[in-house]
Structures are given as structure tokens and as C-alpha cells.
């Protein structure tokens, strides 16, 4: 199947962008990379009078530094993170995400931005940067705001976006020294998209830390604090105090009720938290 006939236009200014969305009658797309919205193209999942491309305006590929705050522009490739074009304060985590995402042609072409708001509870960034408490940047013709991701992905192919609005920006918060990180994939091959997501941000110094769990129905299942995963401390012992049996708890209470799919994603939480205890070598070549 192809798609329908539709218009395209290239913006070339956020503030183009944002008034073409804001005044174009009918059905309008955005597209960024393309690798989400192209399969729905063809299968006519959808039908748009116009596409919007939004790949050259220039705020969308912009990356700064904000104190201890990473700003990528939404349209940030998942190969420009991979490959380390971008800065990360992340110390590898946002690298390691990037490089286990798909395969190579899907993450020259995707990104950040675009896998954000297609919001597949399998994809990689929306379970990542829910653990590393990132936010996103939302403009509109009211102008500019800040929410956590777990507050934007609302749930299955969900998120929290009005009909003129578009992702600008995502804030990862730098991970710390001390800090530990942990994020595992479960899928049956290389460049799959997830069955299961383990991520864990762990401050043992603060005795603080988040949990996810994800690619499961709804958005990912956060525990903002995850004390209780560790009997109720998270300090440097944390990986002996892992406590599978809460992991299942959280996930009973999220209303997973197939006792097998728990224990997959209790076993891949358990393989995070060992992660974070011992992080593996990134072994990506140098930064370009
Ligand atoms: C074969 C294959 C395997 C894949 N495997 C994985 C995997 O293992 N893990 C994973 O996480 N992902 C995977 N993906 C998805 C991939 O990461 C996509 O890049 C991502 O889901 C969408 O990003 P995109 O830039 O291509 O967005 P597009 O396809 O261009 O857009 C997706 C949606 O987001 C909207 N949109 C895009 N950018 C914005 C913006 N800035 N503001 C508002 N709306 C916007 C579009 O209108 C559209 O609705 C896979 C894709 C393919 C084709």
C-alpha cells in the first residue's frame, strides 16, 4: 500500500513552523526522521492533507549545555548520541540507549524527539529518560512548557501535546559522580524493539533513586522513589538488597496480571540494578 496524496512543506524557522501548524486547515503531520511515520504512511494508519517536515529548522537540531541540565533539540538523531556529536553529561548512559536502539540506517533517521511523542511503550528513550528524570519542552501558539516525561507519555502511542503544538527540547539532568545507572533491553534480537526495559538512576550517597520498568501496555511504570525495590535504603549495598518481590508488587499494583510477564520484567529490573552495581565497560569507539 502507498499513501495518500498529501502537500509538503520544509519550515525553516521555529516560529514558521509553529504558524504554518497553527493556520494550515485539514489534516496536518509532522515528521521528523520518518521511521514511525512512514510504515503508518503507507499502511493509511494515516492520511494527511500536509506534512510538515521539521527537520531544517535549526532550534530543533540545537544542542546546550544548561548548568547540569543536557538540552537536545528534538530533532537530535539517535546516531548523533550514538556516535557522541552531542555532549552527554550522562557519563555514557544516553550513548549506550542511543546504540541499542534499532539498527544503524533507523538511527541515522530517527529521533529523540520523534520516538518521544510516537510514545511506543517498547521504544528505548521513553523508558530511558523517564529513569533519568527528563523533561520536555513544548511549544504553542500560548508559548513554551516544561513537563516531566512521565507526565508527557500519557500512555500507549499517547502524550500530552495539543494539535498545534510540537516537542522542542528534551532536559536530561547530568548523572552525578557517585551516581549509578543501570538499563537493560530484553529483546529476542539485536535491533528489536524491547519485551522488557530495566532502568535504574541510583544515588546511594543521597540514599535516593528511580526505577522503571518498561515496553509494557501503558507508559512506563515509574517508582519515583524506589526505596521500597531496596527495603527501604538505597545506600552502596543496594545491589544485595534488591528485592524482587517488591519489583512484583509495583508491577501487581500497575495491573499487570500475567504472573509470567512479571517475573520477565522483575528478572530485567534485577539485570539494571546488577548493571548499575557493575557498570559494563561502554565500548563505542571514541567520541567523534
Ligand atoms: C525497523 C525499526 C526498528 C525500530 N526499533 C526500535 C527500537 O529498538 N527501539 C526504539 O526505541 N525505537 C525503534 N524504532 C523506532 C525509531 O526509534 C524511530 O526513530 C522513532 O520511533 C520515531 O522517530 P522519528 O524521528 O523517525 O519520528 P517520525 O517517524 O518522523 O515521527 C513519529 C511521530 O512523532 C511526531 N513527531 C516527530 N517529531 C515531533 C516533534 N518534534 N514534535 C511533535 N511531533 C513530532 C510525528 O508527527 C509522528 O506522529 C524502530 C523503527 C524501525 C523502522
Given at each position: 500500500m502507498k499513501p495518500v496524496a498529501f502537500a509538503w512543506e520544509r519550515p525553516d524557522s521555529l516560529a514558521a513552523l509553529l504558524a504554518r501548524l497553527a493556520e494550515a486547515p485539514g489534516n496536518v503531520k509532522l515528521i521528523a526522521?520518518?521511521?514511525?511515520l512512514g510504515p503508518m504512511l503507507n499502511l493509511r494508519l494515516v492520511e494527511p492533507d500536509l506534512i510538515l517536515?521539521?527537520?531544517?529548522?535549526?532550534e530543533l537540531r540545537a544542542v546546550r549545555v544548561e548548568s547540569d541540565t543536557l538540552v537536545l533539540g528534538a530533532c537530535v538523531t539517535h546516531a548523533d548520541i550514538e556516535d557522541g556529536r552531542v555532549r552527554d553529561l550522562t557519563r555514557g548512559a544516553l550513548r549506550r540507549v542511543a546504540a541499542a536502539i534499532a539498527y544503524r540506517p533507523v538511527r541515522n533517521r530517527g529521533t529523540v524527539g520523534g520516538s518521544l511523542v510516537h510514545a511506543d511503550p517498547a521504544a528505548d528513550w521513553v523508558s530511558a529518560l523517564t529513569a533519568l528524570g527528563a523533561e520536555v519542552e513544548i511549544a504553542g501558539p500560548d508559548g513554551c512548557r516544561t513537563l516531566p516525561v512521565e507526565r508527557f507519555v500519557t500512555g500507549p502511542l499517547t502524550v500530552?501535546?495539543?494539535?498545534?503544538?510540537?516537542?522542542v527540547a528534551v532536559r536530561v539532568p547530568a548523572l552525578p559522580a557517585g551516581a549509578a545507572w543501570g538499563y537493560v533491553k530484553h529483546c529476542a534480537k539485536i535491533g528489536e524493539f524491547a519485551h522488557a526495559i530495566g532502568a535504574v538512576r541510583l544515588e546511594p550517597g543521597q540514599g535516593r533513586g528511580r526505577a522503571v520498568i518498561g515496553a509494557v501496555e501503558g507508559p512506563p511504570v515509574l517508582l519515583a522513589d524506589a526505596r521500597p525495590l531496596f527495603g527501604g535504603r538505597i545506600g552502596a549495598d543496594f545491589a544485595d538488597r534488591f528485592d524482587p518481590a517488591a519489583a512484583d508488587a509495583a508491577l501487581r499494583a500497575a495491573g499487570m496480571t500475567d504472573a509470567v510477564e512479571r517475573h520477565v520484567h522483575v528478572t530485567v529490573l534485577a539485570r539494571a540494578v546488577a548493571q548499575a552495581a557493575k557498570p559494563v565497560p561502554l565500548n563505542l569507539p571514541e567520541a567523534a
Open positions: 526522521g520518518g521511521q514511525s517536515d521539521i527537520t531544517g529548522v535549526p500530552a501535546l495539543g494539535r498545534a503544538e510540537i516537542l
